[in-house]
């Protein structure tokens, strides 16, 4: 299998433009997550889903941010409009289940909001 | 509080000898441990996974888990040079369903 998809590997836009980062799974993975990793905060959970379905958007840090999984093949990721703060990097990542089960991330991609 | 902490490091080690990293979780109702690697500009990929009191060893790799002390330790026994990256201990709660990473402790193997 690929792995975990994910793209665009490397995004610079200016504050108050739409960013939509995009992920394809791995095939047959029922769990997706999306991370956000900074030096200063780490790697943090900001929404996963189950069969397609948003289970857990806590991490999700404001309106800004939303999420989507129209098949069980894609989802998305979208800041608007973004800000400086926004800079990180996005991980999403698969799994089979929650409890026990290796979660396998995808490479990355980078955003600079300048 | 941070779920799961670390001490972010660095640590240095000389090449050869033994690596300790730690974990501490506060949720008591964790069930599952795991060990990620993360090269510098790379992805986290698991290295090991822990689920009951006691080690658990792997080739050079030894997990530790003590529930009662809400401890996870990580060991790398023959510390290589290619070693050298970024560890995170992460824990599953089945109470709140899902997975939480801490920080991070940098791990540098001196050759």
């Known amino acids: 299998d690929a792995g975990v998809i994910q793209s665009p590997r490397h995004e610079v836009t200016e504050m108050g433009q739409e960013v939509t980062l995009r992920c394809k799974p791995i095939?047959?993975?029922?769990?997706l997550f999306w991370y956000r990793q900074t030096m200063m905060r780490g790697l943090e959970l900001l929404i996963y889903?189950?069969?397609?379905?948003?289970?857990?958007d806590s991490g999700m840090p404001e309106d800004r941010f939303s999420a989507k999984m129209p098949n069980a093949s894609f989802s998305t990721l979208k800041i608007q409009p973004s800000e400086p703060r926004d800079s990180a990097v996005y991980f999403c990542?698969?799994?089979?289940?929650?409890?026990?089960?290796?979660?396998?991330f995808g490479e990355g991609s980078w955003l600079t909001v300048v | 509080q941070k779920e799961v902490e670390q001490n972010s490091g660095p640590l240095s080690v000389p090449e050869g000898a033994i690596a300790s990293l730690n974990c501490t979780y506060s949720?008591?109702?964790?069930?599952?441990f795991f060990w990620y690697r993360q090269y510098s500009g790379k992805s986290p990929e698991l290295i090991m996974s822990i689920y009951s009191n006691g080690d658990k060893e792997d080739g050079r790799f030894t997990a530790q888990l003590n529930k009662a002390s809400q401890y996870v330790s990580l060991l790398i026994r023959d510390s290589q040079p290619s070693d050298s990256a970024t560890y995170l201990c992460a824990a599953f709660s089945g109470g709140y369903q899902k997975v939480t990473f801490g920080t991070g402790t940098k791990l540098q193997v001196i050759p």
């Open positions: 990542a698969s799994s089979l289940a929650l409890a026990g089960n290796t979660i396998y």
């Open positions: 095939s047959g993975h029922d769990y």
């Open positions: 949720d008591r109702g964790s069930q599952s």
């Open positions: 889903f189950n069969n397609n379905v948003p289970i857990d």
